[in-house]
């Protein structure tokens, strides 16, 4: 008998699931509203992160042990965010 072992699923795959199986229909008018603000924001915190990276980079300063582990912890939760946020701009948009 050969016994398969599935490889389990990244951590980015199972919280895009998660997202995408959120049911808009019954969130409240106020709670799109909400969660469209929420998904704005972050979407203008990681371009300026990225942007924040791309010019540390550029500019041939480097990085101190903090400041890489703050990077680190940056791009691991842009990973996360951004699939999420292509699900969350999937949501059927409400009259204002």
Do not use: W
Request: glycine share 4%; proline share 3%.
């Amino acid at each position: 008998m050969t016994d398969y072992i599935s490889t389990p699923a990244s951590s980015i795959t199972i919280f895009r699931e998660l997202v995408s199986e959120l049911d808009s229909q019954q969130l409240s008018d106020i709670q799109h509203i909400d969660l469209s603000a929420v998904a704005e924001d972050t979407i203008e915190g990681l371009c300026h992160g990225l942007m924040f990276i791309s010019e540390a980079f550029t500019s041939d300063n480097t990085f101190t042990n903090d400041s890489l582990k703050q990077v680190g912890a940056f791009l691991s939760a842009a990973a996360h965010l951004i699939p999420a946020l292509t699900v969350l701009g999937e949501y059927p948009q409400i009259a204002h």
